[in-house]
């Protein structure tokens, strides 16, 4: 069974930085193009950046320069390095393939304090 968890969310200050992690069981994430999506509340999910299999990476233009993401094929884990983070970064910010997603996780809620 394919589980993907997230973590690393909390509550922040404006301007300040988090680092999010998403853990794959199940799948091997090597081969995966795997991306960060996010959903405010009364909002569309929405792809905040993808990493390729080649390590080819690519962001919303509303993250461009403050997020990076990342991937540890050994450990078989993803990042999302946030930085300058503003009001409209919170979310509940989830991961999974960029290409017919997987079963959601619960995600991890990202608040940002102005």
């Known amino acids: 069974q394919v589980q993907l968890v997230e973590s690393g969310g909390g509550l922040v200050q404006a301007g300040g930085s988090l680092k999010l992690s998403c853990e794959a069981s199940?799948?091997?994430?090597?081969?995966?193009?795997m991306a960060w999506y996010r959903q405010a509340p009364g909002k569309q999910r929405e792809v905040v950046a993808t990493?390729?299999?080649?390590?080819?990476?690519t962001y919303a233009d509303s993250v461009k320069g403050r997020f990076t993401i990342s991937r540890d094929n050994a450990k078989n884990t993803v990042y999302l390095q946030m930085n300058s983070l503003n009001a409209e970064d919170t979310a509940v910010y989830h991961c999974?393939?960029?290409?017919?997603?997987?079963?959601w996780g619960q995600g991890t809620q990202v608040t940002v304090s102005s």
């Open positions: 999974n393939r960029r290409v017919a997603p997987l079963s």
């Open positions: 990493v390729y299999s080649d390590g080819t990476t």
């Open positions: 199940g799948l091997t994430l090597r081969g995966n193009a």
